[in-house]
């Protein structure tokens, strides 16, 4: 079985890499190195923060949106093709072929989100400035976030069309930043079914501003073990209850 799930992994880490890493990480590049040469004028305090931010910002947002594409697009890609036939047919377990396509995208990612950090590494030491436990932090942390996005993509590929699934799980990416907003405004309001909707949505939705630390990084604020623990811990029970949920959607999925 372990051996499936490599195969199967790695087999989409290929398609995907054929693809769209190559061309993300050259557009990460260019466009971190424009931004730096049109803040030079700024002050060195705000200089660093504002690298920083636009560092981990578009970071962030380039591995989002190919954790969701990827994600979405890779199993319903085999489905529409109607490859999926030949693959149910073989020795393979539907729980199988999902756990390792979300693996193959989780690895996809990782691998991008490395070259993106040195990348980003590299481009603070290029204009003077340190790199700092908080900024390792963010980027490391953010792998947990991405986890979530793909484990929550793959699920919605099990039984949705890729636009959908790729509008829910963007939606989703949106809303698990302000879920914790969203919460606050529901408990203050007046009406009972605003606030049973505002708790119902904060349960249901992840809260990613838990695992994401690119704030923390700006201002140079060092987490300590415990609460990044208890980010990684949340994530994984996240990631955990998505991939469950998607194994057992796609084995009662009928492809007839």
Known sequence: MIGQLAAIAWNGFREARRNRVTIVV????VVLMLATALITELTVTTFRRVVIDFGLGSMT????VLAVFLSTGQLSKEIDRRTIFLLVTKPIGRGTFVVGRLLGTILTVS?????MGALFFIELGLVGESVGAAQVQAVAMLTFELMILASIGTLMATFAETLTSV??????FLAGHLSSDLYLMASKAKAPAIKLAGQVAYWLIPNLSRVSFRSQATYDQVSSGETLLSAAGYALVWVAFSTCAAVIVFQRRDFK
Do not use: E, K, N, P
Not at 26 to 29: G, L, M, R, T
Not at 61 to 64: A, N, T
Not at 167 to 172: H, K
């Open 167 to 172: 509008m829910v799980t963007g939606s989703v």
């Open 61 to 64: 947002l380039l591995l989002v």
């Open 111 to 115: 691998v991008l989100q490395a070259a």
């Open 26 to 29: 050259a557009i990460f590049a």
